[in-house]
């Protein structure tokens, strides 16, 4: 079974630190790019950060020097460590796999996989 599977949200105040995961199962992440994506209640969903299979990264602006993705092969994972958190992060996060990276970033095209979510929510 081919699979994306997050993991790593939960509740933290604002300022905090959270570090989501996403493993696949049934394939491996290796030629894959693999996009962050969150949605908010009563929003759209929106491109947080990528990764390409090459190792080229891109954000959004409103996570730029606060995000960092990365991705480990060997273990067929990617991840987002997330810093300095606002309340206005709040959302359930997605991670995705697709083959192009800027192009499904961008929700131009559709990805390949999705995972279900985790959520992540920044309360005092």
């Known amino acids: 079974q081919l699979q994306l599977v997050e993991s790593g949200g939960g509740l933290v105040q604002p300022g905090g630190s959270l570090r989501l995961s996403c493993t696949a199962s049934?394939?491996?992440?290796?030629?894959?790019?693999i996009g962050w994506f969150r949605q908010a209640p009563g929003k759209e969903r929106e491109g947080v950060s990528c990764?390409?299979?090459?190792?080229?990264?891109y954000y959004a602006d409103f996570v730029k020097g606060r995000f960092t993705i990365s991705r480990d092969n060997a273990k067929n994972t990617v991840y987002l460590q997330m810093n300095s958190l606002k309340p206005e992060d709040t959302g359930i996060y997605y991670c995705?796999?697709?083959?192009?990276?800027?192009?499904?970033?961008?929700?131009?095209?559709?990805?390949?996989?999705w995972g279900r979510g985790t959520q992540v929510t920044v309360s005092s």
């Open positions: 995705a796999a697709g083959k192009r990276a800027v192009l499904m970033f961008k929700l131009w095209i559709q990805p390949d996989y």
């Open positions: 049934g394939f491996t992440l290796d030629d894959y790019a």
């Open positions: 990764i390409s299979s090459e190792g080229s990264t």
